[in-house]
Each structure stands twice: as structure tokens, then as C-alpha cells.
């Protein structure tokens, strides 16, 4: 089992960024693909990005695209979503997950994934 604990969330005003971090407990961090994924007020849990075990593959949700980039540091434990160009639609409570199995190199599903952090608040002010 691994545990993640996210970091890097606050306050920051339209057009901003912010660097989320995602440290992962265990020494098989690399063998599961991550995962980060928001929920923002009264709306569903979505899909922000995702990367592969290796990082050779990544895979963003179209609201993102250009702005966000996800990163991994195999040798720290840890996944990193670096956020440019914030908007007041990011605000949400950003999460990373961890798929074990990793049928397919990246994912969007929310299924696919075992394991969630507690997740840490991003608010965009305009």
C-alpha cells in the first residue's frame, strides 16, 4: 500500500501559478502510474493529468492543456503538477492517485486508480 500526501496548494490570484507536490510513501513509487485529479464546489471529482511509471507518457484533460504540466521524480517519491496561467475555474481541491495496476500506461478514470491523497486546496481569486 502506498500513501500520498499532497502539498503546495494556497491562495493566488488570476493568472498565477502554483506548484503542487504529491510524496508518496514506499519504495514502488515508480512502478504506478499517477494521477492528479480536482473537485471543485458542488461539482464532480474530474481528471486534471496523468504520467506513466517511466514519464514517457502524459496525458491532460483539455481545460489544462498548455497551462498545467505533470512531473515525476522517481528517485524523490514524488509527482508534480506545475500550474501557469491560473484561472478562477481551477479553484478546487487538487488530489493524486496512484494506479498500482496501470492497465494502460495513462489514465483519466477515476476507477483505474487505488490509492488517493487527502488532497489540498487551490482557490484562483480574479
Known amino acids: 500500500q502506498v500513501q500520498l500526501v499532497e502539498s503546495g496548494g494556497g491562495l493566488v490570484q488570476a493568472g498565477g501559478s502554483l506548484r503542487l507536490s504529491c510524496a508518496a510513501s514506499?519504495?514502488?513509487?515508480?512502478?504506478?502510474?499517477m494521477g492528479w485529479f480536482r473537485q471543485a464546489p458542488g461539482k464532480e471529482r474530474e481528471f486534471v493529468a496523468a504520467?506513466?511509471?517511466?514519464?514517457?507518457?502524459?496525458l491532460y484533460a483539455d481545460s489544462v492543456k498548455g497551462r498545467f504540466t505533470i512531473s515525476r521524480d522517481n528517485a524523490k517519491n514524488t509527482v508534480y503538477l506545475q500550474m501557469n496561467s491560473l484561472k478562477p475555474e481551477d479553484t478546487a481541491v487538487y488530489y493524486c492517485?496512484?494506479?498500482?495496476?496501470?492497465?494502460?500506461?495513462?489514465?483519466?478514470?477515476?476507477?483505474?486508480?487505488?490509492?488517493w491523497g487527502q488532497g489540498t486546496q487551490v482557490t484562483v481569486s480574479s
Open positions: 492517485a496512484a494506479d498500482r495496476v496501470a492497465t494502460i500506461p495513462v489514465s483519466s478514470r477515476q476507477y483505474e486508480y487505488d490509492y
Open positions: 514506499g519504495r514502488t513509487f515508480s512502478s504506478y502510474a
Open positions: 504520467i506513466s511509471r517511466s514519464g514517457g507518457r502524459i
